[in-house]
């Protein structure tokens, strides 16, 4: 619109002046070597205009030859550039639809086009890997190298490459060397960061965590949380090592994380050993009130040295009374009475959870009342039964492994901050070994403080493993408290599968060496130091069936009928070494 009113503003401009110039007639006369010519002016100024039009027509007609070629190469490279571009466009989509066909065609159609454009070499690489042919990815990324625009990409694409072929130490340089060509990409310090809390590098991957802090790549908060787990990593180290700087990195880490649980327990021992209760109890209790956690109470009931099991009660109480909802507080008080051996008020404790909250850790400090108070072996082994089938007790877990202590990194995964403090979340098929092993010390124990016979011990086991399989205990006793009547029918030996004669032998075994110690106070205390523990990922061999005929048992031992089964592990798989290309079989390399 805008060039047509210009257009228009034009001619009537034109025409104005060729309509003034006829209104005011004139001659001009040109006098010149001997030529005379006489015109209008009006005449002249026309021809002046074709001669001006004229020239500049001449001009164009020559500037166009002049280029020509040029403009013709350039017509055919925005054409070939178009094909290029039209490829690499259908290329990526055909790579992100796993065509791996059209990937290939595309990027030969790409590389005929344009063979040093940057995106060109990431297509090429990225069909190739889709392909299978990491050879020639490695090598297409390789070449990105030496290039200051496509050295980050090479990078990133031989980082990935070294991580699928399980190269940690290439992709860890790698990812340092993304990290200094550019500080301030996310993906290089993540990289490096996870690649060093897997090799427990806590120095690299603190320095790593402050730098991805500085560069805006973490925020305040989470860079805090892991520094903090980091932290009380290394003051676990120290503390195993005994090095002055424990107590230090646990401060830090509980001032940046009050409710982690092992930076409190390392501070409050480290506290409480050099004499310093006020300080201990003050750490301890910050933590207590945001996650309780047995450990703290262990802890804090230590903290004073030298203080009788009285003492310790009257200490734990105070702590419980921070937070009294919690079911940690119940039990750190009754622990202690037990220690204290003030029975009733353990049992005052314990008695609220009794009913809907009763978990395997209630349960058994029952049957420690039980056989400290009674010492009535039958209410020791019935709190024992009702524990088998009692809730579980929260444990550290990460990524469905559970653990008897924390630790920094998951050992399935290696994440930072993995383990949490929760209820594992399992069948009951699941967790019948490792409920089974643990009742059966703590049976065994209390059993042999008791001054049990080994038949009864036996008996106990064997009561225990049939409550667990919902077969009546007296149908059990019987087995072994009355010998069998030849007049009567053999009776069906009882077969319980999910515990092997070895694990009852082994626990029989335990029994023996365990003996009632006394420490320096006149309080009775259990001590067991089993000789061999039942592992759940040992393999067992598995027992003959036996006859149907049974003979008597002879006096003082008893024999427990089990169905033959499989072993828990059959062993490590087979696997073949993975073959690749002539080019790929050479080890991995970083890119100096």
């Not at 092992?262 to 996650?291: D, E, F, M």
């Not at 009660?313 to 750190?332: F, G, K, M, W, Y």
């Not at 592990?569 to 991995?588: I, L, M, V």
């Amino acid at each position: 619109m805008l060039r047509l009113v210009v257009y228009l503003l034009a001619v009537v401009v034109v025409a104005s002046g060729l309509g003034w110039l006829a209104d005011r007639p004139g001659t001009l006369q040109v006098t010149w070597q001997g030529y005379d010519i006489e015109t209008t002016v009006f005449r002249a100024v026309v021809i002046l205009a074709i001669v001006m039009a004229s020239a500049v027509f001449l001009w164009s007609i020559a500037r166009t030859l002049w280029h020509s070629p040029a403009i013709i190469g350039e017509r055919i490279l925005n054409r070939r550039k178009k094909r290029g571009l039209d490829a690499l466009s259908s290329g990526m989509i055909a790579i992100g639809a796993g065509d791996k066909i059209l990937a290939n065609r595309y990027a030969l159609l790409a590389r005929n086009a344009l063979p040093h454009e940057p995106m060109t070499q990431l297509l090429r690489a990225q069909a190739a890997q889709l392909s299978g042919d990491r050879a020639t990815a490695r090598r297409i990324y390789e070449a990105m190298l030496s290039s200051p625009e496509t050295e980050q990409l090479g990078l990133r694409g031989l980082y990935l490459e070294a991580e699928r072929e399980g190269s940690a130490e290439a992709a860890r340089q790698l990812a340092g060397r993304a990290l200094k060509t550019n500080p301030k990409l996310g993906w290089s310090a993540d990289a490096l960061f996870d690649m060093q809390c897997q090799q427990k590098d806590w120095a690299g991957a603190l320095e790593t965590l402050d730098h991805a802090k500085r560069t805006g790549n973490v925020e305040k908060a989470v860079a805090d949380r892991k520094r903090a787990v980091l932290l009380t990593a290394k003051a676990i180290e120290a503390e195993e090592n005994g090095t002055d700087q424990a107590l230090t990195f646990a401060l830090e880490a509980h001032a940046l994380a009050p409710d982690l649980v092992p930076a409190a327990a390392v501070a409050g021992r480290i506290y409480a050993s050099r004499g310093n209760t006020a300080k201990a109890a003050k750490v301890l209790q910050k933590t207590w009130v945001k996650s309780p956690h047995p450990d703290l109470a262990t802890a804090y009931a230590h903290a004073r040295i030298g203080d009788s099991t009285r003492d310790r009660l009257d200490r734990v109480r105070q702590l419980a009374a921070l937070n009294p909802h919690s079911i940690e507080s119940t039990i750190a008080i009754a622990t202690t009475a037990i220690e204290a051996r003030m029975f009733d008020e353990a049992r005052y404790a314990l008695e609220p959870l009794l009913a809907n909250r009763l978990t395997q850790r209630v349960a058994t400090l029952m049957a420690r009342i039980e056989a400290g108070e009674s010492g009535d072996k039958g209410r020791v082994r019935e709190w024992l039964a009702r524990a088998v089938t009692a809730s579980r007790d929260p444990v550290w877990m990460a990524d469905g492994v559970v653990s008897d202590h924390w630790e920094a990194i998951s050992p399935v995964t290696g994440k930072l901050d993995a383990y949490q403090w929760r209820v594992p979340v399992e069948s009951r098929d699941e967790a019948r070994t490792e409920i089974v092993t643990s009742r059966l010390e703590e049976l065994l124990a209390i059993d042999a403080a008791t001054g049990s016979t080994a038949n009864q011990r036996a008996e106990a086991e064997l009561t225990l493993t049939a409550a667990m399989e919902h077969v009546p205990a007296s149908t059990v006793s019987s087995t072994l408290s009355e010998p069998p009547n030849p007049a009567q029918a053999e009776p069906e030996p009882i077969r319980l599968q999910p515990v092997t004669e070895r694990a009852i032998r082994g626990r029989a075994d335990e029994a023996a060496q365990i003996k009632p110690v006394r420490n320096g106070s006149d309080e009775a205390t259990i001590t067991a130091t089993p000789q061999s523990r039942l592992t759940a990922n040992k393999p067992t061999s598995p027992v003959q069936p036996t006859s149907h005929s049974q003979k008597e048992p002879k006096s003082g031992d008893a024999k427990l009928f089990v169905a033959p089964r499989a072993p828990d592990d059959p062993g490590p798989d087979t696997s073949e070494d993975e073959t690749t290309a002539s080019y790929s079989k050479r080890p991995f390399r970083a890119i100096k």
